[in-house]
């Protein structure tokens, strides 16, 4: 039940008959596990605590460097040195104390990171990296955890979702096969319009927030492109890959 405190802290988006109490206690009540807390994580998690999800579990290994504040602007000039998992954390719990925060500053690899994706409702791919992304998609596979996957680069980005509920979802392996080149992926090696990640990361709480309320579409099954120099939107359909050594199951169920 919510509180008088909860029902004026959250009366905007309970006005909205799609999301309502009912969809208000799906958020207070739920457990969702971001991993990256650097330019997309940041404004993700910001969303998400503000919305009121009842408890953010946050993974990252690194630590803020200087050259982070450019974009990555949960952190603070001051928390500089500190994990990324902790100073997210103080501005979290500034945005909403009533959020529960989980700090992982480790990097977990498969066996760990099942573990965690097998307790969480839904999971926020915010990371920089093939092999990260890949681990992570096999993980909310072989639980059935829906993914919520965002990436920017340069003047460029994408989101979309992942959902091993949903039987004709393909997942992340399908749009990538094996993947690519991770130094082609990294601001650091190519560099990153600054407000291109908060759009982004906006967007991944956005699609978060639907599929813990069932409220609209998401987006299962289509790809969003933005091309930031010229401001337009591309929506690209994905299909499972048959082939698919991890979501190919999910392919014959639907067929």
Known sequence: MLNDQQLLRY???IMLPEVDIA???????ARVLILGLGGLGGPAAAYLAAAGVGELILVDDD?????????????SHEACGEAKVASAAVTLSAINPDVRVTQLAERLEEDALRAWVE???????????????FALNRAC???????????????????SVYDPRQPDSPCYQCLYG???????MTCSESGVFPPLVGVIGSMQAMEALKLLAGVGETLT?????????RMQWRSLKL?????CPICKGNTQDAG
């Open 141 to 159: 596979f072989a639980s059935g955890t829906p993914l919520v996957s965002g990436a920017a680069i340069r003047f460029d980005g994408q989101i």
């Open 239 to 243: 299909r499972p890959d048959p082939e």
């Open 23 to 29: 969809g208000q206690d799906a958020w207070c009540n």
């Open 63 to 75: 630590r803020v460097e200087l050259s982070n504040l450019q974009r990555q602007v949960i952190h």
């Open 11 to 13: 009366s905007r988006s």
């Open 221 to 229: 099954g289509r790809l969003l492109l933005l091309d930031g120099k």
């Open 119 to 133: 307790q969480v409702d839904l999971v926020l791919d915010c990371s920089d990296n093939f092999k990260t992304r």
């Open 178 to 184: 094996r993947g690519g080149d991770d130094e082609a």
